[in-house]
């Protein structure tokens, strides 16, 4: 065993039984120092794994397909709601004084957001 | 410059957030061999079965180990793993294995005493009292051999080792003290030596 305490090991290890111990310990030295070689076990146990979950080739372009469909479908069953938003929101937008750098910066998060928006969409499972 | 290899924990993180098969297989081949060591040890040195055991031990380990915590090391969890796995083969094979047993055992009656010239602590010896360690192992229940194999051979500590057995410390020391006396009467010989 090792060298940890173990608090009740004299419990069971009297002078009677000390050639018993050491033989024990010399025997559990000797199994610690056996070394296996691999001889192709690990690559038994490889195949023998479950094949990784393969998603279908479909799957990804079929998604996309769907969101297309659900965002024109809510774009149809709401349009005076988004041409009023669009409206208002161009209306804010031609009230205020904008600059070219605002512009710039504008554009720029939305680049950014629909970068972030690509990525989750097309992330890996 | 070579790369350092990377620590267990890490091969289980990519293990479990990737299905990464390479990390997988580097820690079978890290452990493999004392897996394979213990459970040769637990069957009696039927290596056939050993390394079925251990096979099936590493395939429970890859459908678990989004459950394992590394509140224990990785080793000490697949000792677990294997252990129950020789136990459960155990129970399955009771009257299989007992009869076995008891033909190996008689055997083996006139095999204990040590030759009457056997001197200091010489290789001849040593191999013999192996040997015959081995045999005395296998009168051993299979409660009382694991506990002598996770405590004297994988060197754990009673702590550790009432983990892997899953059971009580108070009952690996039971175990151990009586696979002891077991043994000291098998291996009577050797004492008078």
């Known amino acids: ?14 002078t009677d039984d000390d050639w018993l111990e050491a033989a024990l310990l010399a025997d559990g030295r000797e199994h610690r120092a056996q070394y296996l070689d691999d001889a192709g076990f690990t690559a038994r146990v490889i195949a023998a794994l ?3 979950l393969a998603l279908p080739a479909w799957r990804r372009p079929a998604l996309m397909l769907l969101w297309a469909l659900a965002g024109l479908g809510i774009a149809l069953a709401l349009p005076g709601a988004v041409v009023d938003v669009a409206y208002d929101v161009m209306h804010v937008v031609a009230g205020q ?5 605002g512009i710039g910066a504008a554009v720029v998060a939305l680049a950014v957001a629909a970068w972030a928006a690509a990525a989750f969409a097309l992330r890996d499972d | 410059m070579a790369e350092s290899p990377l620590a267990d924990a890490e091969l289980i993180a990519r293990v479990v957030v990737r299905d990464d098969r390479h990390a997988f297989s580097e820690l079978v081949r890290r452990h493999q061999s004392a897996v394979r060591t213990t459970l040769r040890r637990l069957t009696g040195g039927n290596h056939a079965l050993a390394d079925d055991l251990a096979q099936e031990t590493f395939m429970l380990a890859y459908r678990n180990l989004g459950s394992f915590r590394q509140e224990a090391k990785f080793s ?3 000792y677990r793993i294997a252990t129950n796995a020789y136990l459960a083969e155990a129970r399955k094979r009771k009257e299989e294995l007992l009869g076995d047993r008891d033909s190996g055992v008689a055997d083996d ?5 040590p030759d009457d010239d056997a001197g200091g602590p010489d290789p001849e010896r040593a191999a013999s009292l192996s040997m015959d360690m081995q045999r005395a192992m296998e009168v051993l229940s299979d409660a009382e051999r694991a506990a002598i194999v ?8 009673h702590e550790e080792a009432a983990q892997v057995l899953d059971c009580p410390v108070g009952t690996v020391k ?3 003290l009586r696979a002891k006396q077991k043994m000291k009467a098998r291996l009577a010989a050797w004492a008078r030596d």
Do not use: F, K
């Not at chain 1, 065993?1 to 009297?14: C, K, V, W």
């Not at chain 2, 996770?150 to 500590?157: E, I, M, R, T």
């Open chain 2, 150 to 157: 996770q405590c004297y051979h994988n060197d754990l500590s």
């Open chain 2, 109 to 113: 009656e006139s095999g204990d005493a």
């Open chain 1, 1 to 14: 065993m090792n060298d940890r305490p173990l608090p009740a090991a004299e419990s069971y290890t009297n």
């Open chain 1, 97 to 101: 004084h904008v600059s070219l750098s």
């Open chain 2, 174 to 176: 039971t175990h151990i």
């Open chain 2, 76 to 78: 000490t969890w697949l």
């Open chain 1, 50 to 52: 479950p094949a990784p």
